[in-house]
């Protein structure tokens, strides 16, 4: 007898065999078993996964002689014939070669005849996407009225090709990928009946480069006994199928985490020079660290394949590497990849990538950065905030009982509508009291709204109106807070505190006094280094988000 592959050796020849599709399994028995049979069906889904397969279970159920609960029975003669391929009752066609009017003519045509010996014809089409237009419409009529007698089965890769008009008249069912548990376990399984000896490492290797079909799981596997006997290892499935080992991609990982350029770059000339494409190589780094990311994040999920001891090694390197560092670092792989592919020098942009990677700084999470951003110190104790005494107590409670003596106003010199100038004055401290009240409670409410505010001063308070003042260097923050909900938070804030109907207004102040020049230099000079201390900073956030420098303000004076 002529070898046969696994594929076809080990095809499921009832429901019951096919596995990861149990949703469709289910739907399908139960309405062979309460015969409420569709038209028409069309399967769509990858490559490999039972399309075809469950096509031919329906023929063998639909025509059993003794059917069980939906289930074909295996035995009989038109269930051996289905499974010979002999059966003249079912039809498979290949569409890409059968795709045109005349095929779709020919069939129609044959439609009309009772089957010959079941009590359907059955026809199965496969990849029926490659139907051309007219073809597809010339199947309408006989695919929303057929005979009694005839079924049709459509199986595609591609759904999204096939005419919304055709899709309508039939039942539609997408196979999924197979989980990598479920390839291996039918690995495992064949291996027994055939004798061959095969390790789990091994196993999951041939899962892992499958992508959920388990017909390529199969191929693999016969090209491994024809390569290496009964006896098969994971090193033989990486050596067979040119995968890069895992035990390298740990190494080239754990250089770039020790910030050891020369050794990253010298692990992946090994690599290239033992035949491995460095795309592939680039393509598997990223599934490490995506691997890494996923169980430092929630745990191992159903794709993976790893045995207990790989797992606890990911484990360890989770602990050494935060989530913002791994998203950039696939934010980098994955740029160099769309590189690589778009030049014929394949090697360079990821030798590139691997010696910035590890040459980069600590990559700091976005709450630390926000946090060193509030923490950076403006000193701006120095400018004196442009204040009018209040017409009356800046305390709430003064103006609130009645009697109170307005306060005697200061004299202002004439001044622009933007800029108020003024000396500072004694009523200074009470206003100061309630500012740090209302930033805590605008702290709480807004974050990014204290954070503009941290820079401002409080100028004038009353019962009507609270004058919040921005120095000349900080016109975008006062222009941020002015716009409305921003506005309403800070609102909101002060009429609580105040318990007063205070209205917000906003100016923009200048340096006064004797000393004013040398107090505007020495204030520059301290925001200068407070920019510069940010700068390391401020460049690991723009890696992050894919920011670019638009004005450099240390080199500003």
Not at 72 to 100: H, Y
Not at 342 to 352: F, K, N, S, V
Request: aromatic share 6%; net charge negative; with cysteine.
């Amino acid at each position: 007898m002529a070898y046969q592959i696994f594929a076809r050796k080990y095809r499921p020849q009832v429901f019951d065999d096919v596995i990861g599709q149990d949703v469709i399994v289910r739907t399908l028995k139960n309405s062979i078993k309460e015969d409420r049979i569709a038209n028409a069906y069309i399967f769509t889904g990858p490559r490999g996964v039972g399309k075809t397969t469950v096509a031919r279970l329906i023929a063998k159920a639909l025509n059993c002689e003794k059917p069980q609960k939906g289930e074909p029975c295996d035995k009989c003669d038109s269930c051996r014939e289905i499974t010979s391929g002999n059966n003249i009752d079912v039809l498979e066609i290949d569409g890409a070669s059968n795709n045109g009017v005349d095929e779709v003519r020919v069939l129609r045509e044959n439609v009309k005849f009772s089957p010959s010996k079941g009590k359907f014809k059955i026809y199965i089409i496969d990849e029926v996407h490659m139907l051309s237009a007219g073809a597809f419409n010339a199947l309408l009529k006989t695919l929303e009225e057929p005979p009694v007698h005839v079924k049709f089965i459509f199986a595609t890769t591609e759904a999204h090709k096939v005419l919304p008009t055709i899709m309508s008249r039939c039942q539609r069912f997408d196979f999924r990928r197979i989980p990598p548990a479920g390839i291996i376990k039918r690995i495992m399984d064949i291996a027994k009946k055939e004798s061959i000896e095969i390790d789990d490492k091994a196993a999951m290797a041939i899962a892992r480069s499958s992508d959920g079909s388990l017909r390529d799981a199969l191929v693999v596997l016969d090209q491994m006994i024809a390569f290496s006997g009964k006896k098969i290892s994971s090193d033989d499935v990486t050596e067979l199928l040119g995968m890069v080992k895992k035990e390298n991609i740990s190494r080239l990982a754990d250089a770039l985490a020790e910030r050891d350029p020369a050794s990253a770059v010298r692990i992946l000339d090994g690599m290239i020079s033992g035949g491995k494409d460095p795309i592939f190589i680039a393509g598997n780094l990223i599934e490490h660290y995506r691997d890494i990311m996923i169980i430092k994040t929630s745990g191992p999920t159903s794709d993976m394949t790893f045995t207990g001891e790989e797992i606890e090694d990911i484990k360890k390197k989770c602990g050494n590497i935060s989530v913002e560092e791994i998203l950039y670092i696939l934010q980098n792989l994955t740029h160099c990849v769309t590189l690589m592919k778009g030049t014929m020098l394949t090697r360079a942009p990821l030798e590139i990538a691997l010696i910035r990677l590890a040459r980069r700084a600590d990559v700091l999470a976005l709450d630390e950065i926000l946090d060193r951003l509030e923490k950076i110190d403006i000193r701006t104790d120095s400018v004196r905030a442009v204040y009018h005494e209040p017409a009356e107590d800046v305390s709430v409670n003064a103006y609130i009982e009645e009697g109170s003596k307005p306060a005697e106003e200061d004299k202002l010199e004439k001044v622009d509508d933007e800029i108020v100038r003024n000396e500072e004055p004694s009523g200074f401290q009470p206003i100061q009291a309630y500012w740090k009240l209302i930033l805590s409670h605008i702290k709480e409410k807004k974050m990014s709204v204290f954070t503009f505010l941290s820079v401002a001063k409080p100028v004038e308070l009353n019962k009507e109106k609270m004058v919040i003042g921005f120095s000349s260097d900080h016109v975008f923050n006062k222009e941020a807070m002015e716009i409305g909900d921003n506005k309403v938070t800070i609102e909101e804030a002060v009429r609580k505190v105040t318990s007063a109907p205070t209205r917000v207004e906003f100016s923009i102040l200048e340096f006064l006094g004797e000393n004013s020049k040398q107090e505007k230099e020495e204030i520059v000079k301290r925001r200068a280094d407070d920019r510069k201390s940010m700068k390391p900073v401020i460049e690991k956030a723009m890696d992050v988000f894919g920011g670019h420098v638009v004005r450099d303000l240390t080199e500003e004076k």
